[in-house]
């Protein structure tokens, strides 16, 4: 079976340029996940979704952050106008809530972003 | 604000010798806590879990260790192998919501031959 499906895997691009990072996840997981990874951060939550529904957007940083997920098996995030801060791996995770409900995700293998 | 803190960025071991790598957390809310590991250019993948009910988790040549009083946890790899070289990333959560990890900066383990 496929796994979580992410594209652009790298993405240059000029300050102030709009960018959209693109996530398939797992085919039957209600589950989806936004995360970033910084050096000084680890992994940060930016935001998930249950069933297309966005559940929890805390951890957006700010409004030039956005995600959507149209349906069970697409999700975008989208930062409009990118500045060079941006600039970091993002991953995007699905998971199941059905079983045993370890928590466990299942993560792709992400975008690197580089702002210029 | 860090909940789940990784206070070792890097670690070297040698081959056949113990790797313990250390994780706290902020929040005594956490019940469940999770270890992944990620290679370079791949994602980060699930590890070893535990609940709060237990101290202890066993699988394989993983184990982890909960000290739920210091809000402590730690994972032990014996023996290391040269293929366990990875970023290993300590996560937490609520049992009521595991679908909201909170992960740790991670630890770059490297194990030398």
């Known amino acids: 079976d496929a796994g979580v499906i992410q594209s652009p895997r790298h993405e240059v691009t000029e300050m102030g340029q709009e960018v959209t990072l693109r996530c398939k996840p797992i085919s039957g997981h209600d589950y989806l996940f936004w995360y970033r990874q910084t050096m000084m951060r680890g992994l940060e939550l930016l935001i998930y979704f249950n069933n297309n529904v966005p559940i929890d957007d805390s951890g957006m940083p700010e409004d030039r952050f956005s995600a959507k997920m149209p349906n069970a098996s697409f999700s975008t995030l989208k ?21 045993s409900n370890t928590g466990e995700l299942f993560f792709g293998e992400g975008s690197r972003l580089t702002v210029l | 604000d860090q909940q789940v803190k990784q206070n070792s960025p890097s670690l070297s071991v040698q081959e056949g010798r113990i790797s313990i790598l250390n994780c706290d957390y902020t929040n005594s809310m956490f019940d469940y806590f999770l270890w992944y590991k990620k290679y370079p250019a791949e994602g980060p993948t699930f590890l070893i879990s535990i609940s709060s009910i237990k101290d202890k988790n066993e699988d394989g040549r993983f184990t982890v260790f909960l000290n739920k009083s210091a809000k402590h946890l730690s994972l032990h790899i014996v023996p290391s192998q040269p293929g366990d070289s990875a970023v290993y990333f300590c996560a937490a959560c609520l049992s009521g919501n595991t679908g909201k990890l909170i992960f740790g900066q991670g630890t770059t383990l490297q194990v030398k031959p």
């Open chain 1, 79 to 99: 930062i409009q106008p990118s500045e060079p801060r941006d600039s970091a791996v993002y991953f995007c995770a699905s998971s199941t809530n059905s079983g």
